[in-house]
């Protein structure tokens, strides 16, 4: 079975199907902590910050265009953090951050700026750059009146780099172009403004060039910040409102929740109510993130800051949910979309005595990341575990190691797949199901052809901007992917923007890899949720001993039937050669047998949950 992985900025591979993490002391966050200044140990009185001097925005880009290094030159010469050649992805606070070197969750941090004899109070968010993190993108957002868009001044626009500006763009946000890196060799500013100009039909004359390596011309951006971005619409005089857009758990503290004040003022001790639940709750603590919290004894309208509030259950804090006073209802906020899974897979303890430690791991980390969904599943041979599901991959794999890392959890995770859906045409099951139309995200659930009149698979539309030169090869692997052109364009005389439209499965698992490869690394790929359509399905299963193996099974296109069986049997062949008990081990449909192929069959010692991983 064909099981190779995309692996966008990753320093570590991951394991197959089995995932074993040594048993070991909990991980300390490895964050770069801030040095408080002399201002950090004032009492602030943010009552001197009216709406009209607050500006809230956040860094959007493509992966590795520098947003988290330009924030930690933002948060230097406000002086929020001493300055020193130790600042380094500041804001990067995980393990995982590090580790990989990417920027998977959103960080927030206040700034002070004076300017032209006024004193600012500037919000920054620093968001991720990856496709699969995109709903951190999108809920910023939401706390946010304008943009900083940062372009490599090297690598020019990317796929992400237009994603993100679609996401800021529909917001109607203010965007700021900035051309990050111009202290490169081969950096081209004149040509990253045109492009910008002809993608995003921002005039040239708007975009900001920079070094943030360098700290050149950053000055700028904060002024330009200040001068274009609007403040928010708010007002101290209107009843308390605030909506909760990120929150992490505290083991001590409980749940500590962000909120951007929409209306009115907040102070420690008020009473405060969820819209979501109904349950009142006294404010324990709030205040700043500078980028360490920083507790102040009130909050004010257009301002965003941190609450904790008394909430020990991850249940109590959901993201989107409206806070207001007990004694002043208001009308709830609409809060956020929720975000659509584009992969599902298994996940399950190492030891069944484990379950209760990792149910509670997983609630607070979803807690963490509202983007993964969580089903209760079971296995005959895992035993009780949860099917869940992710944005992509990357996200999933970054997911399984802070379980690792923060929790110090070891988890067994079944192979990904997407989800499809299934016409029903048997009164039965429909009456059954309550619907027509079903979705399957496990695969040992795929529905038999007699039952069902029509499957459905999801599709996605990819956006790749690569040079020019490798057209040639981009457009024969999207063919062999059975994707379908929609358009081409060319940003400049060298550069070329073409769009797709995949099957999904077709580009979750090892085609960003294929792209970068033969593009020799040039090529950039991102993808959105585009509906479902009709598709030619079949179930796969794997017998061991004239026995479904469910945790095996896996759904193809009848096109690729015979490509799979043959990466099955390379694959396995991989297993350590003269087992003790050889058995008859059968590739449905088309009945093709292991031991035909003059491959060594396999035992139930073998198979993967046993110990042995299926690439």
Excluded at 483 to 492: C, E, L, S, W
Aim: net charge neutral.
């Amino acid at each position: 079975m064909c099981r190779r992985r995309v692996q966008e900025c990753s320093t570590t591979r991951c394991t197959g199907w089995r995932r074993r993490c040594p048993r070991r002391l909990p991980v300390l966050c490895c964050g770069v902590r801030s040095v408080s200044t002399q201002t950090d140990k004032e009492n602030i009185d943010l009552s001197k910050f009216p709406a009209d001097r607050i500006r809230n925005f956040c860094i959007i880009a493509h992966i590795d265009h520098g947003k988290s290094t330009l924030a930690d030159r933002l948060l230097e010469m406000t002086g929020a953090i001493a300055k020193t050649e130790k600042n380094k992805q500041v804001l990067d606070k995980l393990q995982v951050e590090r580790e990989r070197g990417i920027t998977v969750k959103a960080q927030t941090a206040s700034l002070f700026y004076s300017h032209q004899g006024q004193q600012y109070l500037l919000n920054l968010i620093d968001t991720p750059g990856h496709v699969d993190f995109s709903y951190e993108v999108s809920r910023s957002l939401s706390a946010c009146q304008g943009v900083l868009l940062i372009v490599d001044a090297n690598q020019g626009i990317q796929a992400q780099t237009v994603a993100n500006f679609y996401l800021a763009f529909e917001a109607q946000l203010t965007i700021i172009p900035v051309i990050n890196k111009i202290d490169l060799k081969n950096a081209d500013p004149d040509r990253v403004e045109s492009q910008i100009e002809k993608v995003f039909d921002i005039p040239s004359e708007e975009c900001i060039r920079i070094s943030a390596k360098l700290g050149t011309n950053v000055e700028k951006v904060l002024q330009e910040v200040v001068n274009r971005i609007p403040p928010p619409v708010a007002s101290t005089d209107d009843p308390f409102k605030a909506l909760v857009f990120d929150s992490n758990f505290d083991h001590y503290r409980g749940v500590v929740a962000n909120i951007a004040v929409v209306g009115g003022q907040v102070r420690k001790g008020d009473k405060i109510t969820s819209a979501y639940l109904g349950k009142t709750y006294e404010v324990n603590e709030l205040g700043l993130l500078r980028p360490d919290e920083h507790p102040t004894q009130k909050l004010f309208a257009g301002q965003v800051g941190y609450m904790i509030a008394g909430m020990k259950d991850v249940k109590e804090a959901q993201i989107g949910d409206t806070l207001y006073l007990q004694e002043q209802p208001v009308e709830a906020l609409p809060g956020f979309k929720p975000a659509k899974p584009m992969v599902f897979a298994g996940m399950y303890p190492m030891d069944q005595s484990d379950y209760p430690g990792l149910r509670s791991a997983i609630e607070r980390l979803t807690l963490n990341d509202s983007s993964v969904t969580v089903q209760r599943d079971s296995s005959l041979a895992l035993g009780a575990g949860w099917r869940l599901g992710f944005l992509g991959l990357l996200h999933m794999e970054v997911f399984n190691q802070r379980l690792e890392q923060e929790y110090n959890a070891s988890v067994i995770v079944t192979a990904p797949t997407v989800p499809y859906k299934a016409v029903l045409s048997s009164a039965k099951l429909i009456k059954e199901h309550g619907s027509e139309e079903i979705t399957i995200v496990n695969p040992a659930q795929f529905p038999d052809r007699s039952v069902v009149s029509e499957y459905l698979e999801p599709m996605v539309l990819g956006t790749i901007l690569a040079p020019d030169s490798y057209t040639g090869k981009i457009m024969s692997l999207c063919l062999n992917r059975r994707a379908i052109q929609k358009n081409m364009v060319y940003i400049d005389d060298q550069r070329v923007m073409m769009k797709y439209i995949f099957p999904l499965n077709e580009v979750v698992v090892d085609f960003y890899d294929l792209l970068k490869s033969m593009s020799s690394g040039y090529a950039s790929f991102d993808y959105e949720n585009a509906g479902y359509q009709a598709a030619d399905l079949i179930k796969m299963d794997i017998l061991l001993n004239g026995r479904s193996v469910e945790e095996l099974t896996t759904i193809v296109h009848r096109e690729h039937v015979m490509e799979q069986l043959k990466c099955m049997v390379r694959d396995w062949s991989g297993v350590r050669q003269g087992c003790a008990v050889r058995q008859r081990s059968h590739f449905h449909p088309l009945g093709a047998v292991l031991t035909q192929q003059g491959k060594p069959c396999v035992s139930d010692s073998q198979t993967p949950y046993r110990g042995r991983c299926l690439r």
